[in-house]
Nanobody, 120 residues
Framework: QVQLVESGGGLVQPGGSLRLSCSAS????????MDWYRQAPGKERGAVAS???????NYADSVKGRFTTSRDNAKNTFYLQMSGLKPEDTAVYYC??????????????WGQGTQVTVSS
């Protein structure tokens, strides 16, 4: 089993910044990809940033230049640094990790979600 625990959401004014964290724990052998998604009220969940191991980071067009993601492989933790926040960034943000368990099988796990609200 793999657990992802998110932290860092909250209320911020337009133009402000927040940093989300997602820590993975459990019987993890390796993590192939760590991604961020968000879901706004009445909308489908969509990708924000994708962080493959050793690969190129991909960002949604709507957040390019404002959001930066990074990962600490030693800690199985990844981050989403958000700056220049806009009201349309308001959503529940989820992290997702995919990889291999110590027993050799694959896993895909989701965090519990953290609310980000951008409002004056």
């Amino acid at each position: 089993q793999v657990q992802l625990v998110e932290s860092g959401g909250g209320l911020v004014q337009p133009g402000g910044s927040l940093r989300l964290s997602c820590s993975a724990s459990g019987s993890i052998f390796s993590i192939a990809a760590m991604d961020w998604y968000r879901q706004a009220p009445g909308k489908e969940r969509g990708a924000v940033a994708s962080v493959p191991t050793g690969g190129i980071i991909n960002y949604a067009d709507s957040v390019k230049g404002r959001f930066t993601t990074s990962r600490d492989n030693a800690k199985n933790t990844f981050y989403l640094q958000m700056s220049g926040l806009k009201p349309e960034d308001t959503a529940v943000y989820y992290c997702n990790a995919e990889g291999i368990l110590t027993g050799g099988s694959t896993f895909s796990a989701w965090g519990q979600g953290t609310q980000v609200t951008v409002s004056s």
